[in-house]
Every structure is written in structure tokens, then in C-alpha cells.
């Protein structure tokens, strides 16, 4: 058996046992670790085993420098899931192979591991600032298609009879959540849009500053929206753009703006959408002063975003050599050699 072969058959196991995301997060990190074992420790399909099981404290710490200084890691939580991630890969081998590491094996020396773990994490000085983890791709389609089908579903008479059975509240902040999720606006920066802000015509947005385009399905929604918003106002003023139903507030708070996100994730925190929003600015090529100052958003938010879309680049062994291998062989001088 390869080293390949242990790993493909860890993250098989994996994709059974966890969820949200999990996976994902678990395939970056040991692909980092068998680069370690691979590129420091030399490892090769005819020693592999024999290394692991003698990994001592001191090269699993090391392992631990070589993530962080390799792929510039800044923050804390980044490298706790990578402890997380090695630990349960030792867990697999042990239990599906027999193969052993003492350090993983009893308490005792898991809490000596940690501790080492600790002091390497102090020695580097990460950021130890708690980040909120962006949606995963799943849950962010998942979280469309709630939105699509609360706004698309939704009549006046509906919204007007729905103040106090959350109808409404769904209805609006699915709107506001198809917002964040396509430009990864910050809180305030929704309740500050103006009628001014939205153009009608050419179905654009004005956010900090940069007019932006809806997509057409949610250009279409929208409008709609804005013939609500003239019933329940109706000879009201009121230049505010998202707005609640109650009469006495128009300004909507955090907590209906993001109601409908408490199915998926539990909570009402908009981070996770606009981090998710931003990721895809990142991989799209969009300046990091662009991102920061149209989302509003500070510098240790994009970094952290910055950091999650990196560990997409980390590949395993084979898939680095096909890819070298396919480049190469269409090199201008490949097929006159």
C-alpha cells in the first residue's frame, strides 16, 4: 500500500464520518502533513509506516513550523485544525492498519503533544483573534435556495399579516442575505443604502461607492421587493432602501436581517456569508484594497479570507506531478527532444 493510497482512504473515511465542511478543511491540512513526511522526513511508499510510527514530538511540532512558514498561516485556528486533522489521521491508521504512535495513544502523551503544540504556537506569534469560519460551498447553495424560494413565494398580503409569524422576516432578509452573499456587504454598510443607491432601470447597486449589477433572477426580485416596500410605506418618506415592516422602526436590526441564516448555521452571524462572498473576490483576482473598501470589511478579515482561499492550492503529491507533468509536455521545445 502507498502513502497515496492511506491518505485517499483517510479522506474517504472522512467524507463518511463528517459535514459541513469538514472534509474540505480535513483534505487541506493532511496534504500538508504528508508533504512534511514526504519532503523533510523523506519518506517513500517502502518506509512511510515505519516513520509514522516513529514520528517523535519534536518533528510533529516541526511539522507544525513547516505548515505555517510554507504557506504563510497567521492566525491560531488554522493551525488547531491542522493538529485536529493529524491527530484524527493517526487515530485512522491505528484503528484500520494497527499501526501505532505512542504519542497518540494514551492521554498522557496527547497532553504532552498538546503542550508542545502550545509553545510552538506562542513561539510563532499567531493572531489569536476567534474568526468566524465562511459558509462552505454547499451551505452557501443551500442558503440560495431558501432565499430564492422565501422571496419568490412571498405576496403583500403575506408580508403585511406576517410582522409577527416571521414571515416577513424571512422574506426581507433573504433578500439582504442574497446581498451579502454576492458582494459580502458588512452589516452596516446595508442598513446605510439610500433609494438613491438603487437603480431601477439598469438594475445596479450603489455600495461604498462602486455601482455594481444584480444578476438577472435577483434584479427581477428586486423590483418586486421595491412594490412591497411602496404598499407597506405607502405615503411614508423614508429614503432608506431595506426597510422593516413595523411603522414606529423602520431601520431593521441584525437579528431580521440575518433570520433566515439560523436554519443553516445556527446563528445570525452575517460574517460567515460575507466571508464567503470575499473568498470568491479573492479567487476571481479582484485587489485587495478593492475587496476590503467596497465590503467594508477590515484588513484582519480579508487575511483571514485570504488564508482559507490559499489552502485551496494545496494539493497532494500525485496531483502536483500531474499537473507539473501536463505543463510540461507542452513546453515549445517538448516534442522537437
Not at 505555517?68 to 488554522?78: F, G, L, Q, S
Not at 458588512?186 to 447597486?205: A, I, Q, R, T, V
Not at 435577483?218 to 423590483?223: D, E, L, N, S, V
Not at 502536483?320 to 516534442?335: E, F, P, Q
Request: proline share 1%; hydrophobic share 35%.
Amino acid at each position: 500500500m502507498t502513502f497515496d493510497e492511506v491518505i485517499r482512504n483517510f479522506m474517504n473515511r472522512v467524507e463518511t464520518d463528517k459535514a459541513n465542511g469538514t472534509s474540505v478543511t480535513y483534505k487541506r491540512k493532511i496534504y500538508v502533513f504528508q508533504e512534511y513526511v514526504n519532503v523533510v522526513l523523506q519518506a517513500k511508499d517502502v518506509n512511510f509506516q515505519s516513520i509514522l510510527t516513529a514520528m517523535t514530538k519534536e518533528q510533529l511540532v516541526d511539522s507544525v513550523q513547516y505548515y505555517v512558514k510554507t504557506y504563510d498561516v497567521k492566525y491560531v485556528a488554522t493551525v488547531d485544525n491542522y493538529n485536529t486533522a493529524v491527530g484524527v489521521f493517526f487515530d485512522f491508521i491505528s484503528s484500520s492498519y494497527g499501526w501505532k504512535n505512542p504519542l497518540f495513544e494514551t492521554r498522557t502523551k496527547n497532553l504532552e503533544l498538546k503542550a508542545a503544540y502550545d509553545r510552538k504556537i506562542s513561539e510563532l506569534k499567531l493572531n489569536t483573534k476567534e474568526q468566524v469560519e465562511p459558509l462552505t460551498d454547499e451551505q452557501a447553495g443551500q442558503l440560495l435556495d431558501i432565499c430564492d424560494n422565501k422571496i419568490d413565494n412571498a405576496t403583500f398580503e403575506k408580508l403585511e399579516n406576517g410582522s409577527n409569524n416571521g414571515e416577513f422576516s424571512s422574506y426581507i432578509s433573504s433578500l439582504v442575505s442574497k446581498i451579502v452573499l454576492l458582494f459580502g456587504t458588512k452589516n452596516g454598510n446595508l442598513n446605510e443604502l439610500k433609494m438613491s443607491d438603487y437603480d431601477y432601470k439598469l438594475n445596479k447597486l450603489k455600495i461604498d461607492g462602486f455601482w455594481v449589477h444584480l444578476p438577472d433572477k435577483f434584479a427581477i426580485q428586486m423590483r418586486n421587493y421595491m412594490k412591497f416596500r411602496e404598499q407597506i410605506l405607502g405615503a411614508e418618506k423614508e429614503e432608506r432602501l431595506l426597510i422593516d415592516i413595523r411603522k414606529n422602526k423602520r431601520k431593521l436590526d441584525n437579528t431580521k436581517m440575518f433570520y433566515i441564516l439560523k436554519g443553516i448555521t445556527g446563528n445570525v452571524q452575517a460574517k460567515c456569508i460575507a466571508k464567503y462572498a470575499i473568498i470568491q473576490m479573492i479567487k476571481l483576482g479582484v485587489p485587495s484594497h478593492t475587496i476590503k473598501e467596497f465590503t467594508g470589511y477590515s484588513n484582519d478579515v480579508y487575511q483571514f479570507c485570504l488564508e482559507s482561499n490559499e489552502q485551496d492550492n494545496i494539493l497532494m503529491t500525485f496531483e502536483k506531478s500531474k499537473i507539473l507533468d501536463s505543463a510540461l509536455r507542452r513546453g515549445n521545445l517538448y516534442d522537437k527532444m
